[in-house]
C-alpha cells in the first residue's frame, strides 16, 4: 500500500472512530432495563439456551431496536450471550450518548456478542449517523474499545466491492447578532 493511501486509511479510521464514539454500547446485560422481544412466532430450547424468534421480530431494550425477519438468542450460564439476526435488511438502531442524533445500521445480517463485546454487520452492512455514512460488505464494532474495522467485498451490481465512507463537514453555527450581523458561536 502507498504510504498516501496508508496515510488517508489511517484518516478515515479515525474519523470514523470519532463519528461513532458517541454510540452507547449495544444492548447492556449490566441495564436494570430489560430486553423485550415480539415476534409472529417463536421456538424456545430451553435444554440448548437458544430461543429462535420469526416473522417481523423486534427486539428493544430501551431506545436501542433491533428489527429483522429472524432473530436467534443464545443464553449460557451467565445469561444472554449472543444475538444473531438476518432480515432484507436487518436493522439496528441506537441513540448517541449525548443524545444529539441516532446512528442507524443495516446489513443483511446482525451479530451481538456479549463476551467479545462486539457487534458485527455482514453483507451490504451500512451506519449511518449524523449524516456520516459508513458502507461495507463487513462492519467490526467493538463497543468498549470503540473502534471500527471494516472490509470491502466482492464487485456487484450494488456496490464496488470496496469500503465507503462519506464524512460530513464540521459545520460552523452562526446565529445573527441583534445588529443583523452574523456571529460564529
Same mark, same amino acid.
Request: hydrophobic share 35%; net charge negative; glycine share 8%.
Given at each position: 500500500?502507498?504510504?498516501?493511501?496508508? #496515510?488517508?486509511?489511517?484518516?478515515? !479510521?479515525?474519523?470514523?472512530? *470519532?463519528?461513532?464514539?458517541?454510540? =452507547? %454500547?449495544?444492548?447492556? @446485560?449490566?441495564?436494570?432495563?430489560?430486553?423485550?422481544?415480539?415476534?409472529?412466532?417463536?421456538?424456545?430450547?430451553?435444554?440448548?439456551?437458544?430461543?429462535?424468534?420469526?416473522?417481523?421480530?423486534?427486539?428493544?431494550?430501551?431506545?436501542?431496536?433491533?428489527?429483522?425477519?429472524?432473530?436467534?438468542?443464545?443464553?449460557?450460564?451467565?445469561?444472554?450471550?449472543?444475538?444473531?439476526?438476518?432480515?432484507?435488511?436487518?436493522?439496528?438502531?441506537?441513540?448517541? #450518548?449525548?443524545?444529539?442524533?441516532? !446512528?442507524?445500521?443495516?446489513? *443483511?445480517?446482525?451479530?451481538?456478542? =456479549? %463476551?467479545?463485546?462486539? @457487534?458485527?454487520?455482514?453483507?451490504?452492512?451500512?451506519?449511518?449517523?449524523?449524516?456520516?455514512?459508513?458502507?461495507?460488505?463487513?462492519?467490526?464494532?467493538?463497543?468498549?474499545r470503540r473502534v471500527v474495522t471494516a472490509q470491502g467485498g466482492d464487485t456487484t451490481g450494488s456496490g464496488s466491492g470496496r469500503v465507503e465512507m462519506v464524512i460530513q463537514p464540521r459545520s460552523t453555527r452562526s446565529r445573527q447578532g441583534s445588529?443583523?450581523?452574523?456571529?460564529?458561536?
Open positions: 500500500m502507498k504510504p498516501a493511501s496508508k #496515510r488517508l486509511l489511517a484518516l478515515a !479510521t479515525l474519523t470514523l472512530t *470519532l463519528a461513532l464514539s458517541g454510540q =452507547a %454500547s449495544a444492548f447492556n @446485560l449490566d441495564s436494570d432495563l430489560p430486553i423485550t422481544v415480539s415476534a409472529d412466532n417463536a421456538r424456545l430450547d430451553d435444554a440448548q439456551g437458544i430461543a429462535t424468534y420469526t416473522g417481523d421480530v423486534e427486539l428493544v431494550q430501551g431506545k436501542t431496536r433491533l428489527t429483522a425477519e429472524r432473530v436467534v438468542l443464545y443464553r449460557d450460564i451467565n445469561g444472554l450471550s449472543r444475538i444473531e439476526a438476518s432480515g432484507q435488511p436487518a436493522r439496528y438502531q441506537q441513540p448517541t #450518548r449525548d443524545g444529539q442524533g441516532e !446512528t442507524d445500521a443495516r446489513a *443483511l445480517d446482525i451479530t451481538w456478542s =456479549a %463476551s467479545d463485546e462486539q @457487534l458485527t454487520f455482514e453483507r451490504e452492512a451500512i451506519i449511518e449517523q449524523n449524516g456520516n455514512l459508513f458502507r461495507g460488505d463487513v462492519i467490526h464494532y467493538d463497543t468498549v445588529d443583523g450581523s452574523s456571529e460564529s458561536q
